[in-house]
């Protein structure tokens, strides 16, 4: 692509100081650009600009300067969390200059093809399943994006003969524009984010980028269970390869039988041996129909487990897997991290984090893969729900809740709602980590042997936490030291 010469001897503004960001502001420093880094962090919580400095490139802290976008500012890249409301951003947008986030300007450099996984719930789980699968059929992936190291920094030095897997956010995407992956994942939309979008159409409208500049040869694989991810295709150019537990499918990848159309809540359905998960494809040699494996010799367990290996085995088999070499990486996969990690048990308690459970489907499904009764420590980021959609969950698979964060008088009311008895609130304390020791105790106090102290959240971390992975790590040290 042209585009990484138009920004040779030009302005470009990099705003924010992240780790993607030092990676984008270094490879567009590589490529001749005049760098200007800016952060609103003070110099000190800022490590990394003595190293941009040593480069050449300008750094500038604690402060948006006035002048910071003017007339010979050619790109700004913005961090994907900052708003468009920030005021670089807006001075940007007013004089026409192109704001993008770092995965535009990866996409302009790689050479690889990449597989770009999106939807409200299940990205990292997704996003790591390819990877293994990739992996396992000998095609050299590379996992990055949302899920850890910087798409920059993973396309970096990669061919034609890799796969770059990027779990891409509704913030990253917001920030596109040619970029193009060659097979696009959709895995469902819910209402989130709403704090950054404003509304559900500009967030779905964020997550349609995805597919926004695919073409004939592409492959869109899309949830056929979710209306918006269906209505979706209705607009596409790539081929579409649909995935679904509950419709048996003329072309994609399904279960057989297919699953009820129910929430998958219970958690007696979440091993089945005689449902299979079965590729259609009527081109194909042997009637149209290969069975991949039984769904319950997945790693990991729950429907929505099951709905991200199906999603995953449709991008592999979009990629050229050879459908054979998929089955024992999912029998052999056992999740990742934060995200219904089994922590410990402590006097017949088992304790699981699920921190990246970030909105209230990410906590009903999770809840719904569990069978024995569980105490629910959740809360967090309030952005406006009600969470009045938890109350089935918790009238139905609850033994108690403890709730903290900005959130926590909600999650009350609905619980009682749900006529739980055993509820309690957590008040901030001096820090955070005390904060969550105390929730953890008070669920351990009202968990009997044989239950689950469980949490997942329904909620960003950010009131107390600065990422989902702290607040997963303090939990499982709290978990460990009861």
């Not at 929505?304 to 459908?323: E, M, Q, V, Y």
């Amino acid at each position: 692509m042209n585009r990484p010469t138009m920004y040779k001897d030009r302005h470009v503004v990099v705003l924010g100081m992240a780790r993607s960001g030092v990676s984008v502001a270094k490879l567009l420093h590589q490529l001749g650009a005049k760098v200007t880094v800016n952060d609103r962090k003070e110099r000190a919580e800022c490590p990394e600009a003595e190293q941009l400095e040593a480069l050449g490139i300008v750094v500038i802290c604690g402060y948006h300067p006035d002048n910071l976008v003017h007339r010979d500012t050619a790109l700004l890249v913005k961090n994907p969390g900052i708003p468009y409301s920030a005021p670089p951003v807006k001075e940007a947008l007013a004089q026409g200059v192109d704001v993008v986030t770092e995965v535009e300007v990866a996409y302009w450099l790689s050479k690889a093809p990449i597989i770009g996984i999106t939807g409200s719930n299940g990205k990292t789980t997704t996003t790591t399943m390819i990877g293994e699968l990739l992996s396992a059929a000998g095609m050299h992936p590379v996992v990055a994006g949302n899920i850890g190291t910087p798409l920059c920094e993973a396309v970096a030095d990669k061919s034609e003969n890799h796969w770059i897997v990027a779990e891409l956010s509704s913030f990253q995407l917001k920030g596109t524009m040619d970029f193009r992956p060659r097979v696009a994942l959709l895995l469902n939309i819910s209402e989130t984010h709403l704090d950054y979008h404003g509304d559900m159409a500009d967030y779905v409208a964020s997550k349609r980028k995805l597919f926004a500049n695919q073409r004939d040869g592409d492959t869109a694989v899309l949830n056929w269970d979710d209306p918006v991810c269906r209505s979706i295709g209705t607009e596409l150019t790539a081929e579409i390869m649909p995935f679904s537990l509950h419709t048996r499918l003329s072309y994609g990848v399904y279960i057989e039988p297919p699953y009820d159309s129910g929430t998958g809540t219970n958690p007696e359905e979440t091993s089945e041996p005689e449902r299979m998960i079965v590729y259609r494809d009527e081109r194909l040699d042997n009637g149209g129909e290969t069975c991949i494996m039984p769904v319950a010799e997945l790693g990991v367990p729950g429907r929505h487990n099951a709905a991200n290996a199906l999603a995953a085995i449709a991008a592999a088999l979009a990629a050229g897997a050879p459908a054979a070499a998929l089955a024992e990486p999912l029998r052999s996969f056992r999740g990742v991290e934060h995200r219904l990690e089994y922590v410990c048990e402590r006097g017949g308690v088992r304790f699981y984090n699920d921190s990246k459970a970030t909105n209230p489907m990410a906590t009903t499904m999770s809840i719904g893969s569990l069978a024995a009764p569980i105490v629910l420590v959740a809360g967090g980021l309030d952005r406006g729900s009600d969470y009045m959609e938890l109350l089935p969950i918790f009238r139905d698979r609850l033994r108690g809740l403890v709730a903290l964060g900005e959130t926590r008088d909600k999650l009350v009311s609905v619980a009682q709602l749900a006529g739980l008895e055993r509820v309690e609130s957590v008040q901030p304390e001096e820090d955070a980590e005390k904060t969550l020791q105390h929730a953890v105790r008070k669920a351990a106090a009202m968990a009997e042997p044989g239950d689950i102290v469980l949490l997942s959240p329904a909620c960003a971390s950010w009131d107390m936490f600065p990422s989902y992975e702290q607040r997963g790590g303090m939990f499982k040290k709290s978990a460990h030291t009861i």
